[in-house]
């Protein structure tokens, strides 16, 4: 790899000049006439490029797997990440652990030198914003070794700014030192829908103020780290029973709910001097009557984001590959009216091609003007100068050793978790279990794919820890829909045991015959919702009833010790559960939470 200094002087002297500007002392405005001058410069399809954020298959950006080449081949028409740039010149790339990104840290760096040197090896070539899903909790792309703390919703249970600004400040050092600038975190949704199926436990909680007070502290941690933060999805996808994933969900709140609502933690976002914010593909019908996604709503990304909101920051899509911006428009047309209602970043479209070339097109036929671009163009520069870019496009393999996965972040995000972690119920005070009159214990219940790259499945991850506790631990999964055979075996297996814990996940029928049968052994049984804590109100039988909020390790570790009475339970519920039998009547409200005690 050629140096950094070698690179800059090879970009026509502008990037070199933008180094300068990018340090602390740089005046805002001789910044900005540089930028301003690097895009005047640029051809039409070079600000095309600027304009996309796009995935690419493989490790590595020059010699990915072969499998991967013939995925790239097939979905973008090129073989590698160097070969794309080359093409559509991108400016930015979205690692994911299915497309083969994220095998660990130090090729992760080697990835994204390997892409910052095929961009800047192009005639005016620009470093490359790459950026990644790592919310933690249930959704984040770079694994262990490097540090997973616990997800929104346990977080909201914390009710820590400070610890919320520590995890972005971490995650945020962890993701710069493998060539992650922009991270598409916090979710600065609402959660008020128990039956949201894409939100969930990725939202801090039902409480708008308490929301917004953890995603400012987050990204103020992000941002301090050096890493753009992305406050999603815009106007709000908590309230949602439709995954926009697979459907068009409609938000049915009036415009003066939104703004009591909704609106509160993009607000503090933009406080907090957010660099990018993510839309919805989610019609809101009391602030657009279109009946458009509001990816693609000029009044809602301009007339109400930038123009009330005051926003002037970056923009970036949701996936265009996903169905609730797709219903209504071919994928040639999504990109140019995305753009129209005011995105500057359009995000991982179906076919790179077709999307590319629908925006050239749009500007030669007049339908959008080459200023326009330039608009989204600068904000994009904008934030790839602050993030330090110009400056420092590349990583060092020590870099990563010294940051990713330390002891004292590994340690810094146990603290964390062990503050989350909920009693929801805990008659005779059953818990903490006892070594010496429940020494053995069955572990059972829900085994689903493990989150973030942990080692899972939650059934062995408790065991293990419990074990490590003192404990005789077993584990047995059980599934999230085990069958009469399944749990025959279970409550055979439970009279072994001296108690019994298990995992529930999104409750379902299935799983609530296991639980109660087990109940009906006689042993002590010790639940623990491993996803959603809306589980409880389904099984009033259970004696103790413990909120981890995800089945990630960090989370299940610190639930362990507080079975053992090595941690006490802190967190106190960040939404409400309704009663099972009165979906109206509230079962626990927000702040609902017991202590051990003493």
């Not at 919805?280 to 007339?303: E, K, M, N, V, Y």
């Not at 265009?320 to 797709?326: A, D, I, N, P, S």
């Not at 140019?336 to 790179?352: F, H």
């Amino acid at each position: 790899m050629p140096s950094r200094r070698t690179v800059l002087a090879a970009t026509t002297g502008v990037t070199a000049a933008l180094a300068v500007s990018g340090t602390a002392h740089a005046d805002d405005q001789q910044r900005d006439s540089r930028l301003r001058s690097l895009v005047s410069r640029m051809t039409l399809e070079e600000k095309v490029g600027q304009l996309f954020v796009m995935r690419v298959y493989g490790h590595s950006a020059t010699a990915p797997d072969q499998a991967d080449i013939d995925a790239n081949l097939k979905e973008i028409g090129v073989r590698t990440a160097a070969e794309m740039i080359a093409r559509y010149r991108v400016g930015g790339i979205i690692y994911f652990t299915w497309a083969h990104n994220t095998r660990d840290p130090h090729q992760i760096a080697d990835l994204s030198n390997g892409i910052q040197q095929a961009s800047l090896r192009q005639p005016r070539g620009l470093p490359v914003l790459i950026s990644t899903d790592q919310e933690h909790g249930i959704v984040c792309r770079v694994g262990e070794p490097a540090t997973l703390f616990p997800g929104a919703m346990a977080m909201g249970a914390g009710g820590s700014r400070k610890d919320a600004r520590t995890l972005g400040r971490i995650a945020g050092q962890e993701l710069r030192a493998i060539g992650i600038r922009q991270n598409y975190s916090p979710v600065a949704d609402v959660n008020v829908n128990p039956a949201n199926p894409v939100i969930g436990v990725r939202s801090f909680g039902a409480d708008p103020q308490a929301v917004a007070g953890l995603v400012a502290a987050e990204v103020a941690g992000y941002q301090d780290a050096g890493v753009a933060a992305t406050a999603k999805h815009f106007p709000g996808h908590g309230d949602t029973a439709v995954d926009s994933h697979y459907g068009f969900p409609v938000i049915t709140h009036s415009r003066e709910l939104w703004e009591k609502l909704d609106a509160v933690p993009f607000r503090a976002a933009i406080r907090a001097g957010i660099d990018s914010i993510m839309t919805a593909h989610i019609q809101f019908p009391a602030l657009d009557a279109s009946g458009d996604p509001a990816t693609l709503s000029r009044p809602i990304l301009t007339g109400i984001l930038r123009g009330e909101l005051g926003y002037d920051g970056v923009v970036v899509t949701d996936s265009l590959g996903m169905e609730g911006v797709r219903t209504k428009y071919g994928d040639d047309r999504v990109p140019v009216l995305a753009l129209k209602a005011g995105v500057d970043q359009l995000l991982n479209p179906p076919s790179l091609d077709v999307a590319w070339n629908a925006v050239l097109r749009a500007v030669r036929d007049g339908e959008l003007t080459e200023a326009r671009l330039d608009e989204s163009v600068l904000r994009i520069l904008r934030l790839k100068a602050r993030r330090g870019l110009f400056e420092e496009p590349y990583v060092s393999q020590g870099g990563v050793t010294r940051t990713v996965g330390t002891p004292a972040h590994l340690a810094a995000a146990d603290r964390i978790a062990e503050r989350t972690t909920t009693l929801l119920v805990n008659e005779r005070r059953l818990l903490p279990l006892s070594r010496r009159t429940h020494r053995r214990l069955l572990v059972v219940g829900a085994d689903p794919a493990s989150p973030s790259g942990t080692t899972g499945p939650p059934t062995g991850v408790l065991a293990a820890a419990l074990t490590e506790l003192g404990f005789t631990a077993t584990a047995l999964s059980t599934g999230t829909a085990p069958t009469a055979a399944v749990v025959a075996r279970a409550v055979a297996a439970a009279q072994d045991a001296d108690a019994v814990i298990v995992g529930t996940y999104n409750i379902t029928a299935a799983q609530k015959t296991l639980v109660e049968q087990l109940v009906a052994t006689g042993r002590p049984v010790v639940a623990i919702a491993i996803r959603n804590p809306y589980d409880v109100a389904q099984l009033p039988a259970v004696p103790a009833y413990l909120a981890a909020y995800s089945w990630t390790d960090v989370e299940l570790r610190a639930a362990a010790r507080v079975i053992a009475g090595r941690a006490a339970p802190r967190g106190r519920l960040p939404v409400p559960v309704q009663r099972a039998d009165d979906p109206a009547k509230v079962l626990y409200p927000v702040g609902y939470g017991l202590s051990y005690g003493r």
